[in-house]
């Protein structure tokens, strides 16, 4: 894996853990009804990557297995949506 893959996984996995679990998305050309659709696949292809199934977790560490599990879907999750140019709403203040 390349130092620049590390380092962009790395940030994105950062970000992730600090933001929402659910993030609107908005995309600059794309219909606004679109976005779920690119979601979905991407949430499908998050969870593919990750592969965590509850029967396979530890039942000491379930949990937390659970936890990180959801840690990292969402940062797939945000990377994907990011590469079909999509970018987070900023919640309103």
Known sequence: MSARLVVCLSLVLAVAACSAASVPWQHPSAPKDQWRSDYNG?????DDQVGYSES?????????????????????????????GYVPLRASR
């Open 56 to 84: 396979q977790a530890d039942s000491n560490f379930r949990d937390y297995d659970r936890t990180q599990a959801k840690r990292r879907i969402n940062a797939y999750v945000d990377m994907c949506m990011r590469d079909r």
């Open 42 to 46: 991407c949430r499908r292809w998050a």
